[in-house]
């Protein structure tokens, strides 16, 4: 921990130096997924959070954050400086059972207004094969988006690589984004996903101006250094748009087999730390 730290501090301080004065903090960002495998002892793994160089967090799930209630996870991310701005969190469609399932969202919404956050994301959905299926899929976003609008919340959607398979001649993340509605539903790009699926992030912020509110940014590990993804095109776009919201998603660390758990804990560790330093180093970050 203490070789994370230290390597935050001599990055920024690399940046004051070079340009003569302390550089205002940025609002950087951090899908706790990213930690989720070091997150027993939820305040110590906050304050490393908050080490590694983060003051803004995406969670999981809600109105229970690891474990404990939406009011004693936000204090303990207001005592280390982090900013909760969106949850994580699915529940399946059943339409036999429309109220309760909409009561559940109700309480999700309920924490995230206790916690102060503005998004809440479905991280991932059974879309089905058809465009009958997929159709059902956007209404229903439609219906619990409207709900989230009675909380002053808004519901997004997360991408990985599959919703740009095609169904009947329509890529399903367009599908998905022209048949819901703009005041209801939003669209958090994982930009790496987007890459891994064939598409270009940057064409998707330019054709989808006012649908993407978030972004994940993610790499291969560390964010930059894979060199695959133009992050200063897309960070250059997205404000352009009109929107600055992100947070980093790390993968676990992925090695041998017999490797010391603790050594890939070690390692995921030291990759949000270097993606923080990164994004608060690069220029095109405001």
């Known amino acids: 921990m203490k070789k994370i730290f230290s390597f935050v501090v001599v990055a920024l301080a690399a940046l004051s130096m070079a340009t003569g004065c302390t550089p205002a903090p940025k609002q950087i960002g951090l899908q706790l997924y990213s930690v989720n495998r070091d997150m027993k002892d939820v305040d110590a793994s906050l304050a490393k959070v908050a080490a590694a160089g983060y003051n803004v967090v995406e969670t999981l799930r809600s109105p229970e954050c690891f474990g404990l209630p939406a009011a004693e996870f936000k204090a303990l991310c207001d005592k280390h400086g982090l900013k909760i701005v969106s949850t994580h969190h699915s529940i399946a ?30 991280p991932s959905f059974k879309l089905g094969e058809t465009i009958e299926d997929l159709k059902a899929v956007c209404d229903y976003f439609n219906k619990v988006g409207a709900l ?139």
Request: proline share 4%; glycine share 8%; hydrophobic share 40%.
């Open 148 to 286: 989230a609008k009675e909380y002053g919340l808004k519901l997004g959607y997360h991408n990985h690589s599959f919703e740009y398979e095609v169904v009947d001649g329509q890529v399903k993340w367009e599908y998905m984004i022209e048949n819901t509605d703009p005041e209801s539903v939003f669209f958090q790009m994982d930009v790496y996903w987007t890459t891994q699926g064939g598409k270009d992030p940057v064409a998707y912020l330019k054709k989808y101006p006012e649908r993407i509110k978030m972004l994940h940014i993610k790499d291969d590990l560390v964010i930059g250094e894979s060199g695959k993804i133009d992050f200063e095109a897309i960070f250059n776009q997205f404000y352009a748009n009109g929107y600055s919201d992100f947070v980093v998603e790390q993968e676990m660390p992925r090695g041998p087999k017999d490797e010391d758990p603790a050594a890939r804990i070690a390692t995921m560790w030291e990759g949000v730390a270097k993606s923080a330093a990164y994004l608060q180093n690069a220029s095109f970050v405001k």
């Open 93 to 122: 469609m059943d339409p036999e059972n429309e109220a309760e399932v909409m009561n559940q969202w109700r309480e999700v919404f309920k924490g995230l207004n206790v916690m102060g956050a503005k998004y809440c994301v479905i």
